[in-house]
């Protein structure tokens, strides 16, 4: 059996359909479907009796992943899977995959789309026009400007190249440069405090882990050039929200702009609120039409190699898809 949790797919929809022809009964159980059934994220796992489960971005614990014993591979729709206790999917035996690059065109675009929003002030003009006014402040070209990337991965690189087709200086940091990438675009790579100092923009392209956890903290913030942004489509963690807010409260930055934040829903009684300067969008940057069918049939491709015996293509846990024996 096949549990499917992922909040935007369908009974009858392409991902289905390609298990079903594959050989594999299916059932939904999305958050929207558990509320309706009281049924929580493992009695769902343990009803289903699920061989694997297509997941999006519930907390997959060591509880939820040791409610099947039969339980064979969590297959994450999107490239990020700080959601799944790997340790304890490796411990039972469970491939962890997901799907990286699938929505790395979306993401770019979103944060282009942040920072013309930031740089032209654009939802808070529309916002005065909305409430009667008319005012016309002066806003900024990005050409000319430097955006300093963080995280010169799949969508590092494709925000890389947006910004250079844009007319702006681009630097970069990661700590894996991928030199033909640095000759044929053109960007600079710098250390991370060079970036922070001479970026009119950063934008965060990072995985959450130990190393980067409030990476962006108070004297990261300090670094950034007066008058920047901040740009985080990442994760949340990765940016000290508490010393955003207190630099933000400083003008030590012209504004922010995240489509993640540490607690999602960004809390009522976040400071971030507070700040006309800050823009936050609810965790839209890769939801597209096409980057979710992506990632999502790539997602079932995945849960159908490993229950057929064959690795999958992109497997977070190496050595536990192998031991896997075929399942129908």
Same mark, same amino acid.
């Given at each position: 059996m096949v549990l499917v949790t992922t909040?935007?797919?369908?009974?009858?929809?392409? &991902?289905? /359909?390609?298990?079903r022809e594959a050989g594999f009964r299916t059932v939904f159980a999305r958050a929207a479907d558990r509320r309706a059934s009281e049924r929580s994220l493992?009695?769902? &796992?343990? /009803?289903?009796?699920?061989?694997?489960?297509?997941a999006g971005t519930d907390a997959f614990t060591a509880e939820v992943l040791g409610a099947s014993p039969g339980l064979r591979v969590v297959a994450r729709c999107g490239a990020g899977y700080d959601n799944v206790d790997v340790a304890a999917a490796t411990r039972h035996g469970i491939a962890v995959t997901h799907t990286p690059g699938a929505n790395r065109q979306s993401v770019a675009e979103h944060v282009l789309g942040l920072m013309v929003s930031c740089a032209r002030g654009i939802p808070q003009n529309v916002a005065e026009v909305r409430a009667g006014g008319w005012s016309q402040p002066s806003g900024r070209e990005l050409a000319g400007a430097t955006l300093g990337v963080v995280g010169l991965g799949s969508i590092g690189r494709a925000v890389a190249r947006l910004g250079r087709a844009l007319g702006m200086r681009v630097v970069g940091h990661d700590p894996q440069l991928d030199a033909a990438f640095l000759k044929e675009t053109g960007v600079v790579a710098l250390a991370l405090h060079e970036v922070l100092a001479e970026a009119d923009f950063v934008t965060l392209h990072l995985a959450l882990d130990a190393s980067t956890r409030h990476l962006i903290d108070g004297a990261a913030l300090r670094r950034m050039r007066p008058g920047a942004y901040l740009i985080n489509t990442a994760r949340g963690g990765i940016v000290d929200e508490e010393a955003l807010a207190d630099a933000l409260a400083?003008?030590?930055l012209a504004g922010a702009a995240l489509d993640v934040t540490e607690q999602e829903p960004l809390p009522a009684d976040s400071r971030l609120r507070a700040f006309d300067n800050v823009l936050v969008t609810g965790h839209i940057a890769g939801a597209t039409v096409q980057a979710?069918?992506?990632?999502?049939?790539?997602?079932?491709?995945?849960v159908i190699d490993v229950l057929s015996g064959r690795p999958p293509a992109h497997l977070v846990n190496p050595g536990c898809a192998a031991a896997h024996a075929e399942v129908r």
């Open positions: 909040a935007y797919l369908e009974p009858d929809g392409e &991902v289905d /359909r390609l298990l493992p009695a769902a &796992v343990t /009803r289903a009796k699920a061989s694997a489960i297509v400083g003008g030590l979710r069918a992506r990632s999502s049939v790539l997602a079932a491709r995945q």
